[in-house]
């Protein structure tokens, strides 16, 4: 039995060794296998041989200590609930509220990184419109604006709020101004601040090579800026520089300019003034047209106007116009110191041609809203002429027509002759047409140019206006 027992005491000792050994073994078998439980799961393509090779590595790593193994009581693998007790184990509670404090403190801590940030810069944005605030109403600005004034020697500006210059009549202003620039020509302007024992004034001296010239004052001007501080403006300026007032001179007497004058009159006719015959040297604008372009027969000499510039002493010459037949003619005067002569009027053609005249225009009007036929007008006018052409092309079968009309404030006047065959007169009247129970007044004036063929005169071209 000694034996025995001393020879079964090496294997218990044994036993023990290697129970210890298969329970770290079965541990990490069991580690094993829930891993490789985790990687089949994520990983189904693994097929039943790598499962069955990773089971037999496991077989042999641990084959030495099988014959101990069956000796010792086997234990059973943790299922999933002791894995997730494991899992839910102090230590690792402590692990994750850990996590989740220092989560929670750096979150805390950029929270006040950024407010910090954000105050220091509200703050320094608010001290600087503090600062810049203070700084903008402090005097020195406005003493600069002031005394720029000498510096760049605006004496008009300075004569102006000199409060010494107050009493200098406005006929020597520009003497005085005058004086000032040659006392500062030549001459560096400085300035400077002196004392004044008055809180409410601020006081400048102004010198010319270090010569006392001016001094200026500021004062609050009542206004203040957005944070409260008071604003100062310019209070008076005084130059300290005595200037004798300007001697008069009476002047000499001057003759007084003669007066420039003209006069427009056709080119045909004679003008005189105070005894002078105006000539070509006197003649400021010629061809001066009459009639427009066109109204007149092309074998017809178009009259034109010329105007003549003369100089009077008074302005009141004494002017004489004669026309080509040696008639005298009234010009009329049409300005200060111009006058202006007509062509002669012609009573004889209107006493021939007023009647006709009148009919041609009524005519016209009438035609243009359909009263009278096209036929009837052109019976009066002179075939082939502008005239013929004008009421041959119009069309006024647009127009509504009227049922009756009247013609009220009728006037026939200013018959020019242009020649022997050629005449012109304008005719002005307000044609009323009737619309059924409606009329509409129409203002009308129309300039006829006529043609004599036999006894009659014959329309050319007609103007409105």
């Not at 036993?15 to 050994?21: L, N, Q, S």
């Not at 206004?223 to 209070?235: D, E, I, P, S, V």
């Not at 111009?338 to 021939?352: G, K, T």
């Amino acid at each position: 039995m000694k034996h025995s027992e001393a020879e079964n005491m090496p294997v218990h000792s044994a036993g023990k060794h290697a129970a210890r050994h298969a329970s770290t073994d079965i541990v990490r078998e069991t580690a094993g296998r829930h891993s490789t439980a985790k990687s089949d799961a994520s990983r189904p393509e693994h097929s039943a041989a790598s499962r069955n090779s990773t089971a037999k590595h496991s077989a042999s790593k641990s084959g030495k200590s099988r014959a101990v193994r069956s000796s010792v009581p086997s234990k059973k693998s943790p299922d999933r609930s002791t894995a997730k007790k494991r899992a839910a184990s102090p230590r690792r509670r402590r692990g994750r509220k850990k996590s989740i404090l220092r989560s929670r403190f750096y979150q805390v801590y950029f929270i006040l990184v950024i407010l910090c940030v954000a105050g220091i810069a509200l703050g320094a944005r608010y001290l600087n419109g503090v600062l810049e605030d203070y700084e903008s109403a402090q005097p020195k600005y406005v003493a600069q604006q002031a005394a720029r004034l000498f510096e760049r020697g605006d004496y008009e500006a300075i004569f102006g709020l000199d409060t010494s210059m107050q009493d200098v009549p406005a006929e020597d202003r520009a003497y005085y101004i005058s004086q000032l620039q040659a006392l500062a020509a030549g001459r560096e302007v400085s300035w400077s601040e002196s004392y004044s024992g008055n809180e409410n004034e601020r006081r400048y001296r102004v010198s010319l090579d270090g010569e006392k010239f001016a001094e200026f004052t500021l004062v609050p001007s009542g206004a203040q800026t957005k944070r409260g501080n008071r604003l100062w403006t310019l209070g008076s300026v005084t130059t300290s520089v005595r200037i004798e007032a300007p001697q008069v001179v009476e002047p000499e007497p001057t003759p007084a300019p003669a007066i420039a004058c003209s006069i427009t009159v056709p080119s045909s006719f004679t003008v005189t003034v105070d005894g002078r015959v105006l000539d070509a040297n006197d003649v400021v604008e010629d061809g001066i047209p009459i009639v427009p372009a066109g109204m007149l027969p092309s074998d017809v000499t178009s009259p034109a106007m010329v105007r003549y510039a003369f100089p009077s002493e008074s302005g009141v010459p004494d002017i004489r116009v004669t026309d080509r037949q040696g008639n005298v003619q009234n010009p009329a005067q049409d300005g200060e110191h111009s006058w202006r002569c007509e062509l002669p009027q012609n009573p004889e053609l209107e006493a021939l041609y007023g009647e006709s005249a009148l009919e041609v225009a009524k005519r016209i009007a009438k035609y243009s809203t359909r009263e009278v036929s096209q036929d009837s007008v052109l019976k009066k006018c002179a075939k082939g002429s502008p005239a013929y052409e004008s009421i041959k092309s119009f069309d006024s079968s647009l127009g509504k027509k009227p049922k009756s009309s009247t013609f009220e404030n009728v006037a026939v006047s200013d018959f020019y002759l242009y020649s022997e065959d050629c005449f012109s007169c304008r005719v002005s009247f307000d044609y009323i047409p009737r619309f059924g129970k409606e009329s509409k007044t129409y203002p009308t004036a129309y300039t006829l140019y006529f043609i004599r063929q036999g006894d009659s005169g014959k329309l050319y071209s007609f103007s409105l206006g």
